[in-house]
């Protein structure tokens, strides 16, 4: 933990904190929020600042876990969204939105033509497995260790408590970047697979971009078995018009959505090819069951459309390039950085050390040492978040 000299004075949040120690576990919601001893409360933000309730204001380079594309209350996002709610909040129809927010995908994805909208990532990939399980009459998956993938059963890391043993005992897992252990696990358990659920640039187990060869050869082995690759695109979405998937120029046969398409409101998204995701289709006797009160929800759809409009080629690599130099820039400082474009990751020993004392210096990143920038963001921006991390090696 960081030594308390680091950590500023948070009197609105200690209140807050010990009102929620009442009502909240650990006091509060999200496990992947919490900071010892414990986080800061937000109250507003715009742009690229976020503004805490004991008034401190801070560069967000957390942006809600990579989904703020845009930043906090972009006024086209907010006036969308705004103007979707004054029309009622959700129906129990479908709206356009979700025809509009399918269409630009697949104009940018280029395996999906069909998409299908959840409310989170989780929900995204939870759904995709079991199109796979459907399609292929399979129920193992095989996945890639240390990679994080929501919270689903299936995908949640070895050894997770309160997950049935029977779902353990369909999950084979492989050592990120391990060809040999792809291959012998492919031939151990290929019959029984259903999908390989895989991120090309998974954060929690390092955000390093895979390998093109491994990629692949992932591709080859994958498709010669009948086993479906789904290609988990929750947070790499940003890195191009169509993902990453686009850049390594891979086909996978399902990919999963979230983060940024919703504009900042709850979403996740399944996409594929029309014989694969057609199982979904309610008018076949054995479609694949899939609802959700609040899937598709009209606000979010309508937040998001927007904000993937707003993120053109230009905005990408824009981006993209700031994120480049600000990750050079903190090499050249001694940092261990990983990551690509607007992604960063810096590796310390002591994360949540590092969190209090950029928190200090107004830089507000994950506890887990992820950054990421927003379309707000300049170089003056960067720069400000180069100095702070200069003035902690200085301290
Ligand atoms: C690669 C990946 N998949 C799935 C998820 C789960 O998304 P959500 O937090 O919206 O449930 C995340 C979340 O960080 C993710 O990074």
Redesign the pocket.
């Given at each position: 933990m960081a030594s308390t000299s680091t950590i500023p004075a948070l009197p609105v949040a200690d209140a807050l904190y010990d009102r929620a120690l009442g009502h909240l576990p650990g006091g509060n919601s999200r496990t992947t929020l919490f900071v010892a001893p414990h986080p800061p409360y937000a109250t507003s933000g715009r742009g690229h600042v976020l503004r805490d309730a004991d008034g401190r204001e801070v560069i967000d380079l957390q942006n809600n876990?990579t989904s703020l594309i845009h930043g906090h209350a972009h006024p086209e996002v907010t006036e969308a969204a705004a103007r979707a709610l004054h029309a009622g909040a959700s129906f129990g129809l479908p709206t356009e939105h979700e025809i509009e927010l399918a269409e630009l995908l697949s104009q940018r994805v280029a395996i999906a033509d069909r998409w299908r909208f959840a409310n989170?990532?989780?929900e995204a990939?939870m759904v995709a497995i079991r199109l796979a399980r459907a399609v292929t009459g399979r129920d193992a998956i095989l996945r890639f260790e240390g990679c994080?993938?929501?919270s689903a059963d299936a995908v949640v890391q070895h050894g997770a408590r309160g997950v049935p043993q029977g779902v353990k005992d369909d999950v084979v897992t492989v050592p990120v970047g391990d060809e040999a252990a792809l291959v012998a696990a492919l031939d151990a358990h290929g019959d029984r697979l259903a999908c390989v659920v895989f991120?090309a640039m998974p954060?929690r187990a390092g955000l390093r971009p895979a390998d093109p060869a491994f990629v692949t050869l992932l591709r080859t082995e994958t498709a010669r078995r009948g086993i479906l690759l789904l290609w988990?695109e929750?947070?790499t979405f940003r890195a191009g018009l169509g993902g990453l998937q686009g850049q390594y120029g891979v086909e996978p046969d399902i990919t999963t959505l979230?983060?940024i398409i919703g504009g900042g409101l709850p979403v996740?998204a399944i996409g594929g090819r029309a014989e694969i995701m057609d199982a979904f289709d309610p008018r076949r006797d054995d479609a694949v069951g899939h609802g959700g009160t609040f899937s598709a929800n009209p606000v979010t759809l309508a937040a998001g459309t927007t904000a993937m409009r707003l993120l053109d080629a230009t905005a990408i690599d824009r981006l993209n390039a700031l994120g480049d130099a600000l990750r050079e820039r903190l090499a050249a400082q001694g940092w261990t950085v990983t990551g690509q474009g607007s992604l960063l990751r810096v590796h310390v020993p002591d994360a949540t050390a590092l969190w209090w004392r950029l928190w200090a210096k107004g830089v507000l990143i994950s506890v887990n040492g992820l950054l990421c920038l927003s379309t707000p963001m300049d170089e003056d921006t960067t720069a400000a978040v180069a100095d702070a991390f200069e003035s902690l090696d200085q301290e």
């Open positions: 876990y989170s990532g989780t990939v994080y993938h929501g991120d954060n988990d929750v947070l979230g983060k996740g």
